[in-house]
């Protein structure tokens, strides 16, 4: 039974640039949350999707968008990248009550 | 925002023996987690505890909350070098529908052989 899977697992962009990182979620998963980790910090929320809308969004710019898939995966945009967008990008997978599942995570280098 | 506070942020321990972390949070919460993170890689779930719970045991791991204090505990009895990592704690005010996690900034452990 495959986890969480994230792609790419590491890639550099230019300031000003755009990104989009993707996400499967577990097997029977169906809400997807993204979460970006400052080095030396812990993941902050970013967003949640869940039957292909947006259901909550933490305190980032609208520069950061997504997207769910019917299939349960996800995308998550990053527009107009700036220095301080370089972190950690982790997805988790949920379904009801149930824990959550993290991937392996994106770690994205804005330069 | 983080809401969780752990205590201590960097602990050093000799194989075999018990590591105790803290982690104190200011909202009221649904449930609160522990999630282990080698080398800046996923989180991985260890244990959840519910609001309603005050002690949760899984194989090595005891996890106490206070909710009176706003407080939890993780305590990993007969530590071994593979659990040198950063341990976060991560508490959901809600839970549910609107369920979301609130990371605090980590306690790094390492276990020496």
């Known amino acids: 039974d495959a986890g969480v899977t994230q792609s790419p697992t590491h890639l550099i962009k230019t300031r000003g640039q755009q990104v989009t990182l993707r996400c499967s979620p577990k097997?029977?998963?169906?809400?997807v949350s993204w979460y970006q980790q400052a080095l030396g910090q812990g993941p902050q929320f970013i967003f949640q999707y869940y039957e292909e809308e947006e259901r909550q969004r933490g305190n980032f710019p609208d520069r950061f968008s997504g997207h769910q898939f019917p299939n349960y995966s996800s995308e998550l945009n990053v527009n107009a990248l700036l220095l301080g967008d370089s972190a950690l990008y982790l997805c988790a997978s949920s379904r009801g009550q149930r824990g959550y599942t993290f991937g392996s995570g994106t770690r994205l280098t804005v330069v | 925002s983080q809401q969780g506070e752990e205590d201590p942020q960097a602990l050093s321990i000799q194989e075999g023996e018990n590591a105790t972390m803290n982690c104190s949070y200011k909202?009221?919460?649904?449930?609160l987690q522990w999630y282990r993170q080698n080398s800046g890689r996923g989180l991985v779930h260890l244990i959840l505890?519910?609001?309603?719970?005050r002690e949760k045991h899984s194989g090595r791991l005891r996890v106490t909350l206070d909710t009176s204090k706003k407080s939890s505990s993780l305590l990993i009895t007969a530590s071994r070098a593979a659990d040198t990592a950063s341990y976060f704690c991560a508490t959901d005010a809600l839970g549910g529908a609107n369920s979301k996690l609130t990371f605090g900034k980590g306690i790094t452990l390492s276990v020496r052989p």
């Open positions: 505890i519910r609001s309603n719970e």
């Open positions: 097997s029977g998963h169906d809400t």
């Open positions: 909202t009221s919460i649904n449930n």
